[in-house]
């Protein structure tokens, strides 16, 4: 600023001087005028003197009495913009600013009236293009030979350039004074040895002086320590050496008196007129009180810091999104920090929160909620990077920075807290389903849901051993791909493999390939991205295993899923014992009451099924002893027949009664194995041929040879012949039995039709019941048991399959079982 007054003021003393000049010959020009002034003609004027008049370099007029020019020359014209003429038809009163024509006429009258010789007067003129020009009018007068007035010669030298550099002047001046004087900061200038040669009041009065004077010609050792003095005077000798500021350097300082600042100076070169450095000039701001706030601030924030980063919560800074974060959040979310910085919560939730409500929207409420001054507190489902979901406790608080509003999110991993109350509910429920549930199958499917609450468990099953039987079975089996398992031997598939070891297993696709290796296991079913069994132990007896599996998501299982169903294991095993002792003791009664009503069957078969064939043989053979000699060879022939018929009913009765009360006593032995369905229909049909061919029956079969079941042979062939014989029994001459076949979810569905007298519906309610069974003559009259339709109920259900009938009077019977495939 300095150097921009210095040329200002040495533009404006050039300018004075050569108007001085211009007006020193305009004087003389004036007097050469005045000379000839008695000589001066309005249309007649010297030719010399009018060469000068035109060609001055200042306005010229002559004005007569009344202020209108009568004479101008070039000079004046080009400067107001007038032509001769056009001045000629006005006053000198509409070419003046209005705010300067009093002044200009007083001086006016009093030249009019010879109270002085003439005037001089700056003033500004109006041009024709209403552009304000400033002029310096030197009036002086004319006199006739009378020594009349007669005339003013006005001389009007250009001075808006120096106006206006006067002005802007005036106004740096100003500017200056203002800065000096009101500016709080130091402000100063040295010459080439450093000394004060002009400092503002604010940098006297800081330094310890009553005025700015005081100071003038002192230096910086005059007022501060050696220290800082040294190094000052060092900068300054660079600043003056390079010509190159030093800008807000911040330093401490200390004064004679003792007194410690720290302070923001900027240092320049000062310039004379000719660009020469003459010294330096600089500002010093006094920043203690923002250096004591910073560092309050930054031992504040180092604080905050502390707290922020080494919090056991996870910390972040956000708006609707993550600014900033600590530590701890990225080793809960398992990622670095630019996965973080600048995304929504959302992106690390799952789509659905477990309330149903989808996290982007419900994130929004809460955020919108929390910005608006109202602190949140909720539960939350987040994501990690890999995936992984984890529980996590809330809390949104806004907070103010820099007049912006942000939030501060507090983030507490909930997890352990949750599961160990999932368990610890999951406990109490699968305990209360064991003294509540209705059924077995209630159980299981409570135990399921409980899991499902801890983990995911879409695929679960629960596979118990049956010692006694030597099987393994499965009462309860949800899966997206594999069908409900039959009861089978023990093999070498990973559910063996958990019950051979007695020890909880997670095995992926690596460990299930490495065991396949091995031998340990083979692949049953379809092959799993992992699988997680639980042995279900019972007074250190391992009865049974309970399963889950993920076709897909390698990472839905992991040690601590495996930690929880261990946890949870013996209390389902507990379960599981305790509502089979249940179903066990249910069953004992069924099978009480069962047996009652099987030994009145018992007694009532011998007293009445058992004892009428032998009525009916003893009462042939009596004839026959009587009468043998008188009866014909036809009659005899005829009472042997009779007889031998009475013999089979008998033999086929006590057949059934031998293998009813071996599947009643648990002596007839079980063995599945893999049998043709097809062969024992085709045998079953070569035993009843000559029957079907007598009454005209066609027997019919459309099983294929890949019907395989897993059964026991003799039992299913006991269930097949009973079944067709009864078909072939109760249809009329000229009609079908037809066998068809149907894999269906691990079950062969096998259907015996026949176009028979059909069964109305109070004989169906009754046909496989012990208590109520009824033997009924076929259409040739042949005779039943009873025990039939029992028997192969009996034999159907210890393979875990099930009967039943479809019919209707008249239109004839389809008798339908399920059977394990193969």
């Not at 409570?446 to 010692?467: C, Q, R, S």
Request: proline share 2%.
């Amino acid at each position: 600023m300095a150097k921009k007054i210095d040329k200002s003021r040495s533009a404006l003393l050039t300018e004075i001087a050569s108007l001085k000049k211009a007006n020193r010959e305009l004087q003389k020009k004036l007097l050469e005028i005045q000379k000839a002034k008695e000589k001066w003609k309005t249309k007649d004027i010297d030719k010399n003197l009018k060469t000068i008049f035109d060609n001055a370099c200042v306005g010229a007029a002559v004005v007569d009495l009344n202020g209108t020019p009568v004479a101008s020359n070039k000079f004046l014209q080009k400067m107001l913009k007038y032509s001769g003429k056009e001045l000629q038809k006005i006053t000198f009163k509409e070419i003046t600013h209005p705010d300067d024509f009093d002044a200009d006429y007083k001086l006016f009258k009093k030249l009019i009236t010879k109270k002085i010789p003439f005037y001089t007067l700056e003033k500004r003129y109006i041009c024709k293009d209403n552009r304000i020009v400033w002029g310096k009018l030197t009036a002086s007068m004319i006199y006739d030979d009378e020594k009349k007035p007669k005339y003013i010669l006005s001389l009007v030298e250009d001075i808006t350039h120096k106006k206006e550099t006067e002005k802007k002047l005036s106004f740096e001046q100003a500017l200056m004074k203002a800065l000096m004087d009101l500016l709080p900061d130091s402000i100063y200038f040295k010459d080439i040895e450093s000394k004060f040669i002009r400092v503002n009041k604010a940098k006297a009065l800081r330094d310890g002086f009553k005025s700015e004077d005081e100071l003038i010609g002192k230096t910086d050792s005059d007022i501060f320590r050696k220290e800082h003095v040294e190094e000052a005077i060092n900068d300054e000798k660079e600043i003056i050496r390079t010509g190159k500021p030093i800008l807000n350097k911040e330093e401490k300082i200390e004064r004679l008196d003792g007194k410690v600042s720290w302070v923001s100076t900027t240092k320049m070169p000062l310039y004379d007129s000719k660009h020469k450095i003459i010294g330096t000039f600089g500002i010093t701001r006094d920043i203690t009180e923002k250096k004591l706030t910073e560092d309050l601030l930054k031992e504040s924030e180092e604080r905050y810091h502390t707290l922020f980063d080494k919090s056991a919560d996870g910390i972040f800074i956000m708006t609707d999104k993550f600014i900033d974060c600590n530590q701890t959040v990225l080793e809960m979310f398992n990622c670095k920090r630019e996965d973080i910085i600048g995304h929504h919560p959302a992106e690390f939730s799952p789509e659905i929160q477990p309330d149903g409500e989808n996290s982007f929207s419900k994130a929004q409420r809460l955020i919108n909620t929390a910005l608006s001054g109202k602190t949140q507190n909720f539960y939350w489902k987040h994501k990690r990077k890999d995936g992984q979901l984890f529980d996590a406790e809330v809390t949104l608080n806004s907070l103010i920075i820099n007049k912006k509003t942000f939030l501060q999110a507090t983030v507490r991993d909930i997890t352990k807290t949750v599961r160990a109350s999932n368990i610890q509910n999951a406990l109490y429920q699968i305990s209360e389903a064991a003294s509540i549930a209705e059924n077995m199958d209630r159980l299981y499917q409570k135990i399921h849901n409980v899991i499902k609450g801890l983990m995911p468990a879409e695929n679960f099953y629960i596979a118990i051993y049956d010692e006694k039987e030597e099987l393994l079975k499965f009462p309860y089996f949800v899966d997206q791909f594999d069908p409900p398992q039959a009861p089978k031997k023990l093999g070498k598939g990973l559910t063996e493999y958990v019950l051979r070891k007695g020890e909880a297993a997670l095995i992926d696709e690596e460990k299930d390939m490495e065991l396949r290796r091995l031998g340990e296991v083979e692949l049953i079913g379809a092959p799993q991205a992992i699988w997680l069994g639980i042995p279900l132990v019972l007074q250190n007896k391992t009865i049974g295993v309970m399963v889950v599996q993920d076709y897909e998501n390698k990472f839905a299982y992991g040690e601590e899923e495996k930690q929880i169903l261990i946890f949870v294991s013996n209390q389902i095993a507990q379960a599981i014992s305790r509502r089979q002792s249940v179903e066990e003791i249910k069953r004992y009664t069924e099978e009480l009451k069962n047996l009652n009503a099987t030994k009145d069957k018992f007694f009532s078969i011998i007293a009445h099924d058992l004892k009428n064939p032998f009525i009916t043989i003893l009462g042939f053979a009596e004839l026959l002893l009587a009468d043998f000699e008188e009866l014909t060879d036809e009659e005899k022939k005829y009472y042997v027949e009779e007889m031998k018929k009475s013999a089979e009913i008998s033999h086929a009765l006590l057949q059934n009664l031998l293998q009813w009360s071996r599947t009643q006593t648990g002596r007839i032995e079980y063995n599945p194995q893999k049998i043709s369905l097809n062969q024992i229909v085709e045998q079953n049909f070569s035993l009843l041929k000559l029957t079907a061919a007598k009454k005209n029956i066609a027997l019919e079969s459309s099983i294929g040879s890949d019907i395989i079941l897993s059964a026991d042979e003799d039992m299913t062939d006991t269930v097949i012949r009973n079944l067709l014989t009864n078909a072939v029994k109760f249809t009329s001459s000229g009609g079908k039995v037809s066998v068809k076949a149907a894999k269906i979810n691990g079950f062969v569905e096998i259907r015996i039709c026949d176009t028979g007298v059909g069964i109305d519906e109070e004989t169906k309610s009754r046909l496989f019941k012990l208590d109520s069974a009824i033997s009924t003559a076929g259409t040739s009259n042949e005779k039943g048991t009873g025990l039939g339709l029992i028997i192969c109920k009996e034999f159907i259900e210890k393979h875990g399959g099930k009967i039943w009938v479809e019919s209707e009077a008249g239109n004839g019977s389809t008798f339908i079982f399920t059977l394990p495939s193969a």
